[in-house]
């Protein structure tokens, strides 16, 4: 009843099942739970029947594997959630789960954190496919050394912010949350952060008809929140532009529609060979081009000075007074993405906004180049 995993009953009495019983209310067994965890998926059939009835669930980890189906009733007069339902014990997260439905299509998830409820439409691992890689200025190493990681454990949550900045799904269904396994990757392709993704109308770029969260690696590939595959955007294939966004970097669309399908389509905003839509829309970082970076406000306008402006978060962020003084976290002040928030000394996030805008006009600004 109240999502947190643990199973409740209603139970109704009654005579002959379908006479309400005269003497004996219904009832609510509430379950308070205990410390367990656990995996909910609710399934939407597309080329199957919408109910997903006939479709199974089979999820595998470290215990082995479990099995549900989803059934059109139990018994006469009974009929059951339809939400395949899994108990993990003290598990954490699930190495995989598959989903096969009544049509023949399969559908697979891999490194599922526990304790969460996941939303399946019928083929959505298999649709639109994108292969993109990106950079994000914030922690580019001048030196060309792909994303910059440091010693210390990076600042990166598990669950994508987005939602929280107003960014919803559209279409396909989503998992907001990673388990710590896909964070705790070193080397290449270790996460650096969530993305943002979106496909656009091929005539009116305006025209969101996709979008959905993703992870950017160390490398600059952007892969599924498994941490290792290319994204499946879930929508019908088509003709899409592309978006990738990031919640304090200016995001940058392909100006041209791509044909994308079942097997990925490989998108490089990092070289300049990949036309972006508008003027500027990436910063040339010693031939690489990487999205700009400072947009603490989540909109449009790059700002140094005035009302709106991008540096009066971080002094806000850091406690709004005492401007040498410091926050550790995972914030979107955070411009340079080393897991503090500083507003004066070296390695401030105040003066990569200065940078941007030009250097020198600190009324200058700079506009997101996505319709």
Not at 21 to 44: A, I, P, V, W
Not at 217 to 246: K, S
Not at 258 to 275: E, H, M, R, Y
């Amino acid at each position: 009843m109240d999502h947190d995993g643990a199973i409740d009953i209603y139970a109704s009495y009654g005579t002959s099942y379908v006479t309400p019983s005269t003497s004996r209310d219904d009832e609510l067994y509430f379950n308070n739970g205990n410390s367990n965890h656990f995996l909910n998926f609710n399934l939407e059939g597309d080329a199957s029947n919408r109910d997903a009835v006939g479709a199974c669930v089979t999820l595998y980890g470290a215990w082995g594997k479990q099995m549900r189906e989803i059934r059109a009733g139990e018994s006469y007069g009974i009929v059951c959630s339809f939400t395949c339902h899994f108990g993990l014990g003290s598990a954490l997260q699930a190495d995989s789960a598959v989903v096969r439905w009544p049509s023949g299509t399969v559908d697979r998830f891999y490194n599922l954190a526990a304790d969460q409820w996941v939303d399946v439409e019928e083929g959505q691992t298999d649709r639109s496919k994108v292969a993109v890689i990106a950079a994000l200025g914030g922690p580019y190493d001048q030196e060309r050394l792909d994303e910059r990681r440091i010693a210390q454990p990076w600042p990166c949550s598990l669950a994508e912010p987005y939602t929280a900045l107003g960014l919803h799904h559209r279409r396909v269904k989503l998992i907001r949350t990673v388990p710590q396994s896909v964070l705790n990757v070193t080397g290449s392709n270790a996460i650096v952060d969530w993305v943002w993704l979106e496909l656009r109308d091929a005539v009116n770029p305006a025209t969101v008809h996709g979008q959905r969260p993703a992870l950017l690696q160390r490398d600059g590939d952007v892969v599924e929140l498994d941490g290792v595959r290319p994204v499946a955007m879930g929508i019908p294939n088509g003709n899409y532009h592309l978006v990738v966004r990031h919640r304090n970097h200016f995001g940058a669309m392909t100006s041209a529609a791509l044909a994308l399908g079942p097997a990925p389509t490989t998108v490089n905003f990092k070289l300049p060979g990949t036309l972006t839509y508008g003027t500027n829309a990436r910063k040339d970082v010693n031939g690489t081009l990487v999205l700009w970076e400072g947009n603490t406000r989540d909109d449009a306008l790059l700002k140094y000075a005035g009302s709106n402006n991008d540096r009066d978060p971080i002094l806000v962020r850091i406690g709004g007074t005492v401007p040498t003084a410091s926050v550790s976290g995972y914030y979107q002040e955070d411009v340079n993405m080393n897991g503090q928030v500083k507003y004066a000394g070296s390695g401030n996030d105040r003066d990569p906004i200065l940078v941007n805008i030009g250097g020198s006009v600190p009324t200058a600004s700079r506009t997101e180049q996505v319709p």
